[in-house]
């Protein structure tokens, strides 16, 4: 169980973020007897997975109405849809994985410091992907 200020400094975000997440009910806090709000590992990877669907520019409540759906496992699914959205994912992979053979020989360029701060955006990226991969697959369980 994490306090706030920790589960900020796990998930990267601010703790007002976390105060205002868990006022539109989309993280759920346990209370202790001091009144302090405690949150499980869960809330981490619930954190990730929203600041995730924020890139892709969904609205809060578009996110909030995607986890309750996931949580409840009321996805409807139409095989004609989910083939399309796969044949664009594998065209923009195709994109990505093209601008980031030019990024590397950038990166050649750069100082040491500048490097690592691209890098470090890059692994954010690419984990967040992962991420949501992986509540796809249900490999993450809330």
């Given amino acids: 169980m994490y306090r706030i ?4 400094d796990l998930a990267g975000v601010s703790r007002r973020t976390i105060d205002y997440y ?3 009910h989309l993280l759920k ?3 202790t007897h001091a009144n302090y709000r405690l949150y499980s590992d869960d809330a981490v990877e619930r954190l990730r997975f929203i600041e995730c669907l924020k890139r892709q520019k969904l609205t809060l409540e578009e996110i909030k109405q995607r986890i309750e759906h996931w949580q409840s496992r009321s996805i409807a699914v139409d095989p004609m849809n989910v083939e399309k959205d796969l044949e664009e994912i ?3 992979m195709s994109d990505l994985e093209q601008k980031l053979l030019e990024l590397m020989s950038r990166l050649k360029t750069m100082d040491e410091k500048q ?3 691209v890098a ?3 692994s954010i990226h690419g984990g ?3 991420h949501t991969l992986m509540i796809l697959l249900g490999e993450t369980p809330w």
């Fill in 115 to 117: 490097a690592k701060m």
């Fill in 120 to 122: 470090r955006q890059i």
């Fill in 5 to 8: 200020g920790e589960l900020a």
């Fill in 128 to 130: 967040s992907f992962l």
């Fill in 29 to 31: 806090a346990e209370r």
């Fill in 90 to 92: 594998q065209l923009n």
């Fill in 22 to 24: 868990t006022n539109l």
